[in-house]
């Protein structure tokens, strides 16, 4: 079956400090990965996919196969980057099941 | 607001009691997929449809519970004799085919 980790539960930086958050997957397959958001009492939204190799909101995330990570990354933490982030898998394509990580929650100070 | 929307979006509820929860999605959205999510934790499938069709179901949806979505627009979820580890947020999503999951704001049950 397959599994995701967010390790952390909280990372709290200041304004223009870069950030990572760390996702780690287990699966034998191919699977296809994403980062989801949810800022403070809105609905959880899709912030980016592997597959698109899209930089959103000046983030990135990189799949590594050998590593089975998908790190989000922004080298500029903007206070309005404040909000709970989760990590998913799918491992049939974008609207198939998905299995999601606990999230961690980013805080960013001014 | 033309996205997915959930209603009722809080609900209690005394142990023992039946509920029902219901999903519209973004129209002409073929998929629909139900999430429950927990304190602490992200959210985890429950079930999800393929216009009328429901495709699969989680081991996490014991007896008590039962979706439908008779007509492949809006869909019910209905949860019988609620227990307290029910309470949590159900969360619904839809999507095209081939293309990323829209959520629903959640109906956020607590049992009494």
């Known amino acids: 079956a397959q599994r995701v980790t967010q390790p952390e539960k909280l990372l709290s930086v200041f304004k223009g400090a870069p950030v990572e958050l760390k996702c780690n997957y287990s699966?034998?397959?191919?699977?296809?990965l994403f980062w989801y958001v949810q800022y403070s009492r809105q609905r959880l939204q899709l912030l980016l996919r592997h597959i698109s190799r899209e930089s959103i909101k000046g983030f990135t995330a990189d799949l590594n196969k050998g590593e089975t990570s998908f790190h989000l990354k922004k080298p500029f933490a903007q206070e309005e980057d404040s909000a709970m982030y989760y990590c998913a898998l799918s491992t049939s394509g974008a609207n198939s099941k998905l299995t999601f990580g606990k999230g961690i929650t980013l805080s960013v100070r001014p | 607001d033309t996205g997915v929307s959930q209603n009722p979006r809080h609900k209690i509820t005394k142990r023992g009691q039946n509920v029902t929860f219901r999903c519209d999605p973004i129209?002409?959205?073929?998929?629909l997929y139900w999430y429950r999510q927990t304190l602490g934790q992200g959210p985890e499938f429950l079930t999800y449809?393929?216009?009328?069709?429901?495709?699969?179901k989680s081991r996490l949806l014991s007896d008590r519970f039962s979706a439908e979505r008779p007509k492949g627009s809006f869909s019910t979820l209905e949860i019988q004799r609620t227990e307290q580890g029910d309470s949590a947020m159900y969360l619904c999503a839809s999507s095209p085919d081939f293309e990323t999951q829209y959520f629903g704001p959640g109906t956020r049950l607590t049992v009494l």
């Open positions: 449809f393929q216009n009328e069709a429901q495709l699969e």
């Open positions: 129209s002409e959205h073929n998929r």
């Open positions: 699966y034998s397959g191919s699977p296809e």
